[in-house]
């Protein structure tokens, strides 16, 4: 026993592509993201950690309220700058104190 199929099954209806299943190409646009350094000297950065046992990225980033990539990338700059150096850590999971 052999299934028929339908003729308008097999056929593509008008409006729709062949291969892509409908699918429109969209224009790539890039976003501008959200998360910005905070305006803060050097000094106020360092006063905000200061109260923190510990600092590590994840403090830092509740502490300053922005995200944790840019957090890192504020400890690494105050780092270079001599303003807080690293006590401990491992792996990239640095612990920092204050200087």
Excluded at 28 to 47: A, D, G, I, Y
Excluded at 49 to 72: D, E, Q, R, W
Aim: charged share 25%; aromatic share 4%.
């Amino acid at each position: 026993m052999e299934k028929k199929q339908e003729a308008s099954d097999t056929e593509p209806q008008s409006g729709e592509s062949v291969g892509k299943k409908g699918k429109e190409q969209k224009s790539v646009q890039q976003k501008k993201l959200p998360f910005l350094v905070p305006r803060m000297s050097e000094t106020e950065l360092v006063k905000s950690l200061t109260p923190l046992k510990a600092i590590t990225i994840y403090n830092a980033s509740k502490a300053l309220g922005v995200n944790a990539s840019i957090a890192a990338r504020i400890l690494h700059d105050l780092e270079a700058k001599k303003a807080i150096s690293r006590a401990g850590g491992f792996s990239g999971h640095q612990v920092f104190k204050a200087s």
